[in-house]
């Protein structure tokens, strides 16, 4: 499994219209071949940066999304409510909760 962070800042006078996009394509996204969980953050502190946290059965499904019609129609519609530069970044999982629990004595 891969895990993605993607963390976004927007213009503050366009978050409202960002999540009403992130909630028009989210059913599609969660849908798409290879996702396996799509979740929207908020920041508590600065509420126009939000953070879209997804698991992929593996590299090649995300990046299968990222080459779709959706993904380019979803990030063009986002794009110009930006403010700053999108950080993304993936992840494997390196020790998991079980894991850690059941290796203490």
């Not at 071949?33 to 946290?53: E, F, K």
Request: proline fraction near 7%; aromatic fraction near 12%; include cysteine.
């Amino acid at each position: 499994m891969l895990i993605r962070i993607v963390r976004m800042t927007f213009a503050p006078d366009t978050i409202d219209d960002f999540l009403n996009r992130f909630d028009d394509s989210a059913p599609q996204i969660r849908q798409f071949p290879g996702c396996q969980h799509l979740t929207l953050w908020r920041d508590v502190d600065t509420p126009h940066v939000c953070t879209t946290h997804s698991h992929w059965d593996d590299a090649d499904a995300l990046n299968q999304y990222r080459d779709s019609d959706l993904f380019k129609s979803t990030w063009a519609d986002v794009k110009p409510f930006f403010a700053d530069r999108p950080e993304a970044h993936s992840y494997t999982v390196a020790r998991s909760a079980n894991a850690i629990e059941s290796s203490r004595p």
